[in-house]
């Protein structure tokens, strides 16, 4: 059984960085989609970013593309999303999640292909 963990958020003051971890335990192949997803309270969950096991293909959202980084450790099982110059506005509860079986190319950063998740941990960026 997969579960996912994810670790590193926490109060930052705008203009700051945090690195967000999620430890992946249990066996995931190489045709696994890897992705962090927010939800800001009163707001739909959305993808943030997506890194593909296969090769190490990474998608951003519009929104982060410059400003947050993907990246996985294979030898950690581990997950990372590098986050620098925060605004308030990425405050937000923030989710790892794995899609097991990807029907699509390019790890789209759509919640409903994703099957298992973290149980979520908070950023709070303060002005």
């Known amino acids: 059984q997969v579960t996912l963990v994810e670790s590193g958020g926490g109060s930052v003051p705008a203009g700051g960085s945090l690195r967000l971890s999620c430890v992946v335990s249990?066996?995931?192949?190489?045709?696994?989609?890897l992705g962090w997803f927010r939800q800001a309270p009163g707001k739909e969950r959305e993808g943030v970013a997506s890194i593909y096991t296969k090769d190490g293909t990474t998608y951003y959202a519009d929104s982060v593309k410059g400003q947050f980084t993907i990246s996985r450790d294979k030898a950690k099982n581990t997950m990372y999303l590098q986050m620098d110059s925060l605004k308030s506005e990425d405050t937000a509860m923030y989710y790892c999640a794995a899609d097991q079986s990807p029907q699509w190319v390019g790890c789209p950063l759509t919640k409903y292909e994703y099957n298992l998740w973290g149980q979520g941990i908070q950023v709070t960026v303060s002005s």
């Open positions: 249990g066996y995931i192949d190489s045709d696994t989609c």
